[in-house]
């Protein structure tokens, strides 16, 4: 069955740390996708990657198709970077398929 | 562009009635999908559409219609509505990932909180 695992489920950091959120999956893949959604609000394509390095800002995203991971890295958090996290893949010219999220809390 | 626009934002039905959730997209994509998501879980696929009169089921099809007249609109219809139904709703349009060199980034509408009492 094709699967992408996400971890943590749940993390709480204070403001200033380096966070890594981990993705990996079954089998290979062409892309994978991450996306930001804050309390209460929309989902936000962050980026999408098959290959190398990403950065936007203070996010970062790499992605090993060999090993079949991926990272999403936030340096210097912020309380506004709070919210949950999901990576996306399609398996071929399969419908998405969705990690469970990893809920991200910054404290001041 | 408006990107993906999708109404009503909130929504209280009884149980048994019926409602139809609005998707519209400007971008001219060509596929288009509608998710719900329900607390503490990720997203799930209820339907999607490759194109204008193209739609298949995805994870959670039971109690819910689509249809795809044009490449813009992809309305979701809930038949008979039950509580189990209560859920946020998530409308997304892509291009085709076989079809476009950019990759198919993903974009999503701002949701639509349906309760069911």
């Known amino acids: 069955k094709n699967e992408v695992e996400q971890s943590p489920q749940n993390l709480t950091a204070q403001e200033g740390e380096f966070i890594t959120i981990n993705c990996s999956y079954s089998v290979g893949i062409s892309a994978l996708h991450w996306l930001q959604q804050h309390p209460g609000g929309g989902i936000v394509s962050l980026f999408m990657?098959?290959?190398g390095k990403k950065k936007h800002g203070r996010l970062i995203a790499t992605i090993n198709i060999q090993e079949k991971h991926s990272s999403l890295h936030i340096t210097a958090s912020h309380p506004r970077d709070s919210a949950v996290y999901t990576c996306?893949?399609?398996?071929?010219?399969?419908?998405?398929?969705f990690g469970t999220g990893t809920r991200l809390t910054i404290i001041p | 562009n408006a990107g993906v626009t999708q109404t009503p934002k909130f929504q209280v039905l009884k149980t048994g009635q019926s409602m139809t959730l609005q998707c519209a997209q400007d971008m001219n994509h060509e596929y288009m999908s509608w998710y719900r998501q329900d607390p503490g879980m990720g997203l799930r696929l209820i339907h999607y559409s490759v194109g204008a009169g193209i739609t298949d089921q995805g994870e959670v099809p039971n109690g819910y219609n689509v249809s795809r007249s044009t490449t813009e609109d992809f309305p979701l219809r809930l038949l008979s509505a039950a509580p189990s139904q209560t859920s946020v709703y998530f409308c997304?349009?892509?291009?085709?990932?076989?079809?476009?060199?950019?990759?198919?980034?993903?974009?999503f509408g701002p949701g639509t909180r349906l309760t069911v009492l």
């Open positions: 990657l098959s290959s």
């Open positions: 996306a893949t399609r398996f071929g010219n399969e419908k998405l398929t």
């Open positions: 997304a349009s892509s291009y085709l990932p076989w079809t476009s060199g950019e990759g198919d980034e993903q974009f």
